[in-house]
């Protein structure tokens, strides 16, 4: 019957082996998570839920409900442009151009 040491000389594997097996673990775990960001993703989609989307563009979401904006300067300043008519920040004299956007940004023009 091998001795202890004997065993573990067999059972010992080569740099070139543990380096393989490495690798093998590292590629099992990339896959494991892509799996999981595809499982979220797709259980997202199924409840309705998108994903944030960055933009460069300026917000026309209202921050505060039910806003009152005396001028377009303090709209900007809230961080508001491009404000659409179903919006509750939204008044006629803030439309210049009476085309249904109060306070649009200069790339809409």
């Not at 099992?28 to 839920?49: E, F, K, N």
Request: charged share 25%.
């Amino acid at each position: 019957m091998p001795g202890l040491r004997e065993l573990k000389r067999r059972l010992a594997l080569s740099e070139q082996a543990r380096n393989r097996l490495a690798r093998i673990v590292a590629w099992l775990l990339i896959a494991v998570i892509v799996v999981c960001v595809v499982i979220v993703i797709v259980a997202r989609a199924r409840q309705g839920v998108s994903l944030p989307r960055s933009t460069n563009h300026p917000s026309t979401t209202p921050s505060r409900p039910g806003v009152f904006y005396k001028n377009c300067n303090e709209a900007h300043k809230d961080g508001r442009w491009n404000i659409p008519a179903d919006d509750p920040a939204y008044r006629p004299a803030l439309d210049k151009d009476h085309d249904g956007i109060a306070c649009a940004s200069r790339a809409r023009r």
